[in-house]
């Protein structure tokens, strides 16, 4: 590595010497909102020699090898006054523009022209958020439920993308976790990405990334947006929303307080049986009213020491607290035995989590940049559940209380080194370090009998990570990136009593990504990836806590989950805006949730279980498009997915078609009607078969005032989101459904007043396991 690392210096200096620069820049109107079409020139000092033209591409222009020299640049677009300025170059320079409206008075105008909101590239996905069909929402898992392939959780606690899975999330360049993002304000978002073949400068951990980018560059002063959402789904739903951002020309504070009341309605019903043990059961759970709270809130710093260097610090509290009675109705039979049981449960549960960082930045000279940072993270579940049944009408009586508590505390710390070898190459390399504690308690109280069991479980993880990555463009047609991510970790998981770990762990594994890119021409770009990458189980699937459902049958995790392994190929053929994509893949060990039981059990058990293997293959078509007043957005892949496991009952894989369509029309000068969704057919994945479901939705959005949005939106008109499942596995036989609380009605109201701050807020996340903490 020390003579790789001196080979690329060597270079950088000898490349440097020619004292070649980039002048990248972005332009915007006097809304901050990019201007898309425009020319960009580059003078000599004196304004007589025309040196560099280009124009602008959504908003952004860039100008390659230029020596060091004063130059004069002219930036001008139709129906804007034209900006001139005098730029000095001794280093790669960024710019942002504001051109001001040349103002002409008419009469009777109207624009109809509507802007794809949604475009694609390379076979990656980007929503303008400023759009107004999105900009109008108050809740940034909203917007994102809008990208083609990603789906959002029924119970909005997690995100997947079809055939890739879990994301990481960034902001920026900076990783973030999902409860910082839904504390964001849909206000202060600028755009966001899927990006689903990844660079190898994020972390090993995802195979897909979601690409949040901030507004930049307004003015100085303080910002407010205020927001309210009525949701009409089986209950009731308020979500309220308060964001604040203030500087005074150079230090940035920003402030989200977000209260959220949600009735969430939830139900499931599943008939499993273990022929082997004479056992079958048909149960139906409902909770007519989960009584939710959510509180988010967030506060940041960012001081810039000089235009390179800045210290920052950002803090995050989330409180969910849930309050909900519902009732199981089974039916049992246990060898000759039969029992008709209704079961009525109260639980009483609270969550907070917590997490701030610190961040320092600093340029060691031209082509070296330092940034290290701490982090400290903290979740905490108090779970208190008293359990009544009635078997066969004898009488409600209270069986069991028990008293869960489940604790876990992350720091983490990382120093990173960027390095320009030249302009078109640099080196990325560093080291990241993680430690993780958690003490899962339960506590089970039979008031019958008098007898209690407890149970407390630690676990602990550690990771040390090194990495480098070198990225280079080799002449006018090729891109290539190589790079590798070294990771060594322990895990240890004992029960308090016991002289001996129930898991104990130690693994070393190299996660190499390679990436090459080919330019055919001005609109054909052709890439292909490969990749290593790895999937971790959230720390609170490794604890013993429970949760009740049936006599028979509990919710819980699984102490011995270990990582999903992934290798992949994909590949992106873009052709002007339509991206024609595909990939194969294998995972190791794949995660998936199932009812197991075994001999000795009293109980069976739904958790995430680890499957032997996994494969298959997907291919698709994206196409956006815009004609006057109207914009369309359409998506349709092919995935076969295939699971294979030792105990389980394995049925041939057949492929699946998700389609997925948008459709914007500007009915009025700030008036759209939208109408989309997604459709899924029936999936046969080896092991386990899903049902298929079309899914619509519809919104009408309106501006008053430039400053007042209001929507009226309604998501799954075809209240299609029930989750049909059923497999063979370990001598369990099971078919069920989820229904999802889909249908809704929502009203959004949005205000902004005030300023806007005139720099961009830096602050990343160095722990890079923050969603494995929930």
Request: proline content about 3%.
């Amino acid at each position: 590595m020390k003579h790789v690392l001196s080979i690329f210096v060597t270079i950088g200096i000898v490349v440097n010497a020619e004292a070649q620069f980039l002048i990248k820049g972005k332009v915007f109107d006097a809304y901050n909102q990019p201007i898309s079409i425009g020319d960009v020139l580059l003078y000599s000092v004196n304004k007589e020699d025309l040196v560099k033209y280009t124009t602008l591409v959504d908003g952004s222009f860039e100008f390659k090898e230029v020596a060091q020299k004063e130059y004069w640049l002219q930036v001008s677009a139709l129906g804007y006054e034209t900006h001139s300025q005098e730029i000095s170059i001794s280093e790669n320079l960024e710019l942002s523009i504001q051109l001001l409206e040349d103002v002409t008075e008419l009469k009777s105008v109207e624009v109809v022209a509507l802007k794809n909101p949604i475009t694609t590239k390379n076979g990656n996905f980007k929503i303008d958020v400023q759009n107004p069909v999105f900009s109008s929402m108050v809740d940034p898992l909203e917007v994102l439920s809008k990208l083609p392939n990603v789906q959002i959780s029924p119970n909005r606690e997690s995100i997947s993308v079809v055939a890739k899975g879990s994301p990481l999330v960034y902001l920026g360049n900076q990783r973030i976790s999902l409860d910082e993002f839904i504390a964001l304000s849909v206000d202060s978002i600028e755009s966001i990405e899927l990006i689903n073949n990844p660079s190898p400068k994020y972390e090993a951990e995802g195979r897909a990334v979601i690409l949040i980018q901030l507004k930049q560059n307004t003015e100085k002063g303080t910002a407010v947006t205020l927001g309210e959402t009525v949701s009409f789904r089986q209950n009731i739903n308020n979500y309220i929303s308060g964001n604040g951002n203030h500087s005074n020309g150079k230090w940035n504070l920003r402030g989200d307080l977000n209260y959220n009341t949600i009735g969430q309605w939830e139900s499931n019903t599943f008939a499993f049986a273990i022929p082997e043990e004479n056992i079958s059961s048909d149960y139906l759970v409902l909770i007519p009213d989960n009584k939710r709270m959510q509180l988010n809130s967030g506060l940041g710093f960012y001081y810039p020491i000089n235009d390179n260097d800045y210290i920052s610090f950002n803090t995050i509290f989330r409180r969910q607290t849930d309050k909900a009675g519902f009732e199981t109705e089974t039916l049992l039979q246990n060898g000759s035995e039969v029992n008709e049981i209704i079961s009525e449960t109260q639980n009483d549960n609270q969550r907070d989590y917590f997490s701030g960082n610190f961040n320092f930045n600093k340029q060691l000279n031209k082509n070296l940049n330092l940034f290290t940072g701490i982090q400290y993270s903290a979740f905490n579940q108090k779970l208190h559940t008293d359990i009544s049944n009635n078997y066969d009408n004898e009488g409600l009586e209270l069986d069991q209380t028990r008293n869960q508590d489940y604790n876990i505390q992350s720091l983490a710390a990382r120093v990173d080194f960027e390095q320009s070898l030249s302009e078109n190459s640099r080196l990325d390399f560093g080291l990241n370090w993680n430690e993780a504690r958690a003490d899962a308690f339960s506590e089970v109280i039979l008031p019958g009998t008098g007898n209690q069991e407890i149970t407390n479980y630690d676990y602990e993880e550690n990771l040390y990570a090194i990495y480098a990555n070198a990225e280079s463009r080799i002449g006018e047609k090729f891109n290539f990136n190589l790079g590798a991510r070294v990771e060594y970790n322990q895990v240890k998981g004992q029960l308090k009593n016991d002289l001996q770990p129930l898991v104990e762990r130690e693994n070393t594994r190299i996660f190499p990504k390679v990436g090459l890119s080919f330019t055919i021409d001005s609109t054909k770009t052709l890439s292909l990836n490969y990749t290593r990458n790895i999937n971790r189980p959230n720390f609170s699937r490794t604890s013993s806590v429970r949760v009740f459902i049936n006599p028979f049958l509990e919710a819980g995790n699984n102490v011995d989950l270990i990582p999903t392994i992934t290798n992949e190929v994909t590949s992106n053929l873009q052709v002007g805006n339509t991206s024609i994509f595909g990939g194969v893949y294998t995972n190791q060990n794949p995660r998936y949730f199932l009812i197991g039981y075994s001999e000795n059990d009293t109980v069976a058990l739904l958790a995430e279980n680890n499957m032997d293997k996994e494969s298959g293959f997907y291919a698709g078509l994206t196409v956006p498009f815009s004609h006057k007043s109207w914009s369309s957005t359409n998506s349709v892949s092919l995935t076969c997915n295939k699971i294979k496991d030792s105990s389980a009952v394995f049925t041939k894989a057949q492929p699946y078609l998700y389609v997925y369509t948008d459709q914007q029309l500007k009915v009025a000068k700030d008036t759209i009607v939208s109408v989309g969704g997604y459709a899924l057919t029936p999936r046969k994945e080896g092991i386990i078969e899903r049902n298929g479901m079309v899914v619509l939705n519809a919104s009408v959005t309106t501006t008053i005032f430039k400053k007042f949005q209001c929507a009226l939106r309604f998501n799954d008109i075809t209240k299609a989101m029930n989750f049909d499942e059923g497999y063979s596995i370990n001598g369990v036989e099971a078919n069920g459904t989820y229904y999802a609380d889909g249908r809704e009605m929502a009203l959004s109201v949005k205000y902004s007043f005030g300023g806007n701050s005139v720099n961009k807020f830096k602050n990343k996340d160095v722990d890079e396991n923050l969603n494995r903490i929930k």
